[in-house]
């Protein structure tokens, strides 16, 4: 059987779990209070983080879940963050959705599976 590794965990959930050579990043959120591009980058910057801490990078992204509070009104925002961040020639499947977050002040969570490297 394969080793399982668990990253910040808490009661409810780890934050990331490594098994085999695939990275599964639960649902990360913004840690600032503003518009959808602020948070956006904010929980981008997170996931560069837990990425680098499993050993691998956004180039190596397979799947990503993109969950909005309102997709008709940030949409636009996000995708240009979107846009900044992702690699162009190593884009991972997506897919954008609409949610009710755990927070009012919440815009957007994404969820993330990758490849390490």
């Given at each position: 059987?394969?080793?399982?590794?668990?990253?910040?965990?808490?009661?409810?959930?780890?934050?990331?779990?490594?098994?085999?050579?695939?990275?599964?990043?639960?649902?990360?959120?913004?840690?600032?209070?503003?518009?959808?591009?602020?948070?956006?980058?904010?929980?981008?910057?997170?996931?560069?983080?837990?990425?680098?801490?499993?050993?691998?990078?956004?180039?190596?992204?397979?799947?990503?879940?993109?969950?909005l509070k309102d997709i008709t009104a940030d949409f636009a925002g996000m995708n240009s963050v979107w846009a900044?961040?992702?690699?162009?020639?190593?884009?991972?499947?997506?897919?954008?959705?609409?949610?009710?977050?755990?927070?009012?002040?919440?815009?957007?969570?994404?969820?993330?599976?990758?490849?390490?490297?």
């Amino acid at each position: 059987m394969t080793h399982i590794t668990r990253i910040d965990s808490n009661e409810r959930l780890s934050r990331v779990v490594i098994h085999g050579d695939t990275i599964y990043i639960a649902g990360i959120t913004a840690s600032v209070k503003g518009d959808i591009v602020a948070q956006t980058r904010d929980v981008l910057q997170k996931i560069d983080g837990y990425l680098a801490t499993a050993g691998s990078d956004k180039r190596h992204l397979l799947s990503v879940q993109i969950w909005l509070k309102d997709i008709t009104a940030d949409f636009a925002g996000m995708n240009s963050v979107w846009a900044e961040w992702a690699p162009k020639d190593a884009l991972p499947t997506r897919a954008t959705g609409e949610v009710h977050l755990a927070s009012p002040d919440l815009l957007v969570e994404i969820i993330v599976t990758a490849a390490k490297i």
